[in-house]
């Protein structure tokens, strides 16, 4: 296999507030300023950016072809090269990637939004699992992460106060953007052995990430965040056939994106659950020394379908701002974090 | 570094029926990625990556069900991405899976599309909740039957030209096996008899509702080499976007087909489609889109399409053949539809398309659309390497 080609980074980022309704706002309304954000933040405007991605889900907005709608918030005329993947945006932000890698285009926009108030998130991802075995069954998504955080306990890789410390920290950011911050009360059981405090608010947000290769990244961004590396996994659907206190999909995405070679300073994971952040900081190989979820990650914040791509986003902005030298983003999706991504960012050396 | 070529080394695709109660969603999206599998003579563990596209999720009640796809698919432990473009996602799907090669950021890909419209209502899942749109703009067909009578109305086409390419494609679809509809009876009385659905479209001038899935096998020029059958090379690749409502729109010839092809053309060093295509696969769901594309794609002038129609020039014996495996108008798996044209091009230009292959295809064009006029997605394949 060739090497890479040339270098992609991340020029620009920017998010929404993520709030627990919108119910005033279409998603339309919700994103249009977010791209206006992230395109003056580069000075692009639509018509110079060279290839188009987004990633959404029907099944939150209700709707066949939700995404149609958004294209009129990125004003999509003169007519794009556009493409949309019904997942997290961080993997319209890797379609993208390969359409930089393969030279189609110079400049990428990248943008993902959800809105999971209008419904009952738990039971709308009861529609993701094993249409014909598990669906019909109805099992939450909470209750299944509860089964993983109880494999993690009696595995002996946790315990309740160490998840509690998790959300603790987690929400002990300084993220201006996050839904839940501060002393947030840990509460009763949702499902044993998860309380309030171990679940993701639920939320509304929108995200968008400018891509750009070669030297038109150095002229957009004083400090672009290099992609060194970005792979993406899936396991098994069945939970019976995986090994739920860990994450050999993550694990190899890091692998394949060199996220191994050498440490890194932060990560970004997209842990929705405070014991899905002991899998991942397990498969990743984080150690005490890495900076993980300074943005406070999804338990402060979890827009759907946005949570991931803010994830590369919120470690890309570090290294823009210097905080940061050599990154991990990660996103998930599916039950148990069943698929992942891993990405590998850097800054030039100061 | 120039892009790694493309070349098609697999095609499989399911018998397409209104509903396939024998399989579940896995084992008919199995069925064609195996099929396609065969005809490269590969195993599942030659893949390296797989792309899946498909339409609504609604349409078959499951979300994001490429999660559960997952194993099926024989996608575990490696890269697996689900594309949604509307109507277009299959030509979509195709072309971020082809462009995985190109980068060189895979060897070997497998893309499936599928639908299984049995499963639910797609006229029905197609039809926004009241306020979002008018009463009794039911379906697809009541969003189109407006611009195929504004397309009348612009060029004057006689009202029979409908009735013309709906009776070319059914009688196509009787020369490929996989095709929904066999209609050994058909005659073009029939089709003209037809109801009126959404006036001027006829029932007869109308998709099916299908279930089925088509695969690819897509690979680098390594690949190819490795291939026991002749590959179909990628020549070009394009997708265009333009918003569903803006003030100027042409909902009759959108502009973004016209980019869409144009950049195309341009990759593939086509100077003048009519003369150096040989044939087109291209989304047509209802009749008069056959005209109405050829003068989007840059086959006839403005207002001259159904003319081409009209003499016989798009016939399966034709100068220039469309939809010689019966097309949309035959079998609409809606997901699949735009990789089956695809596909379809690709059997071409590999000799492979049976009783609908076209004698000496070389260069034939596949061809997508969706949601309203908006989303295009296409490719250009042919026999011979880019480079030869």
Not at chain 1, 47 to 63: E, N, P, Q
Not at chain 1, 165 to 177: K, L, V
Not at chain 2, 17 to 26: F, L, N, Y
Not at chain 2, 155 to 180: E, F, I, M, Q, W
Request: proline share 6%.
């Amino acid at each position: 296999m060739t090497a890479v080609s040339r270098d992609i980074a991340v020029v620009a980022f920017a998010q929404s507030d993520i709030l627990r309704t919108t119910e005033e706002q279409s998603e339309v309304e919700m994103l249009m300023p977010v791209l206006h954000d992230v395109l003056d933040r580069t000075g692009l405007k639509t018509a110079d950016i060279g290839f188009t991605c987004s990633g959404s889900c029907d099944y939150l907005a209700g709707r066949a072809f939700s995404f149609t709608l958004a294209l009129d918030g990125v004003g999509a005329w003169p007519p794009i090269s556009e493409s949309h993947v019904e997942m997290d945006g961080a993997w319209a932000l890797y379609e993208a990637w390969t359409k930089l890698r393969s030279g189609d285009a110079d400049t990428a926009l990248v943008y993902s939004y959800g809105k999971s108030s209008p419904g009952s998130v738990r039971d709308v991802l009861t529609r993701q699992l094993d249409p014909y075995y598990v669906a019909p069954l109805w099992p939450d998504s909470v209750a299944l992460a509860a089964l993983q955080a109880q494999a993690l306990i009696d595995a002996g890789d946790t315990d309740e106060p160490a998840l509690a410390g998790i959300a603790a920290r987690s929400r002990a950011t300084d993220n201006t953007r996050a839904q839940l911050r501060g002393s947030v009360p840990q509460g009763d059981y949702v499902v044993r052995p998860l309380r309030t405090g171990d679940c993701p608010p639920i939320g509304d947000g929108a995200a968008a990430v400018v891509l750009a290769a070669g030297e038109r990244a150095r002229e957009l961004c004083p400090r672009p965040a290099w992609i060194r590396g970005i792979d993406h996994r899936v396991e098994a659907h069945g939970l019976g056939v995986r090994n739920l206190t860990d994450s050999p999909s993550a694990r190899l995405a890091a692998e394949k994106a060199g996220a191994f070679e050498r440490p890194v300073d932060t990560a970004e994971l997209h842990a929705p659950f405070s014991s899905q952040e002991v899998v991942l900081r397990k498969a990743l190989r984080l150690d005490g020394n890495v900076r993980v979820n300074p943005s406070g990650g999804a338990l402060a914040a979890n827009p759907m379908m946005a949570a991931g791509l803010i994830r590369i986003g919120e470690a890309a902005s570090r290294i823009h701002r210097g905080e940061s030298d050599r990154a991990l983003a990660h996103a998930t999706s599916g039950p148990c974090l069943q698929q992942n991504l891993v990405a590998v960012l850097e800054g030039d050396p100061r | 570094m120039s892009k790694e070529p493309v070349a098609v080394t697999g095609i499989g695709q399911t018998k397409h029926v209104a509903a396939r109660r024998d399989v579940s969603i896995a084992g008919l999206v199995r069925e064609a990625a195996q099929r396609a599998l065969d005809d490269a003579e590969l195993t599942w563990a030659d893949i390296d990556a797989v792309v899946i596209g498909k339409a609504p999720d609604f349409f078959e009640g499951v979300m994001m069900p490429e999660l559960y796809l997952a194993d099926a698919l024989g996608a575990v432990g490696k890269p697996m991405l689900r594309v949604h473009t509307a109507g277009s996602v299959g030509g979509s799907t195709a072309l971020v899976a082809a462009n995985l090669v190109a980068a060189r950021v895979h060897g070997t890909v497998l893309t499936v599309a599928f639908e299984k419209q049995s499963e639910s209502n797609a006229m029905w899942g197609l039809s926004l909740p009241i306020p979002f749109q008018q009463p009794l703009l039911a379906g697809a067909g009541g969003f189109f039957a407006p611009h195929v009578r504004a397309y009348m109305r612009r060029t004057g086409a006689p009202d029979t030209v409908g009735s013309l390419v709906a009776y070319k494609d059914r009688r196509n679809a009787l020369k490929n096996p996989y095709a929904h509809l066999h209609e050994h009876d058909i005659t073009l009385e029939k089709v003209q008899a037809s109801p009126m659905l959404w006036d001027p479209i006829r029932y007869s001038e109308t998709c099916p509702s299908s279930d089925g899935a088509c695969a690819m096998v897509l690979t680098d020029r390594a690949g190819a080499a490795r291939a026991p059958r002749p590959a179909a090379w990628m020549l070009g690749g394009a997708m265009r976007s333009e918003p569903t409502l803006f003030a100027g729109k042409d909902a009759v010839s959108p502009q973004a087909g016209k980019d869409c092809a144009a950049d195309v053309y341009r990759q593939a060093g086509i100077a003048d489609p009519r003369r150096d295509i040989d044939a087109v696969e291209m989304y047509v769901p209802f009749s008069w889109y056959e005209p109405m594309w050829l003068e989007n794609l840059g086959f006839a002038d403005e207002g001259e399409g159904w003319k081409l129609t009209e003499s016989g020039v798009t016939e399966l014996d034709g100068d220039l053949p469309v939809n010689m495996s019966g097309g949309v108008l035959s079998t609409n798996p809606i997901g699949a539809s735009g990789m089956i044209r695809f596909a379809e091009a690709a059997l071409q230009v590999r000799g492979q398309a049976g009783e609908h292959q076209v004698d000496g295809a070389r260069k034939v064009l596949g061809h997508a659309y969706g949601g309203g006029s908006q989303f295009f997605s296409m490719w250009l394949v042919g026999a011979e390497p880019p480079d030869a």
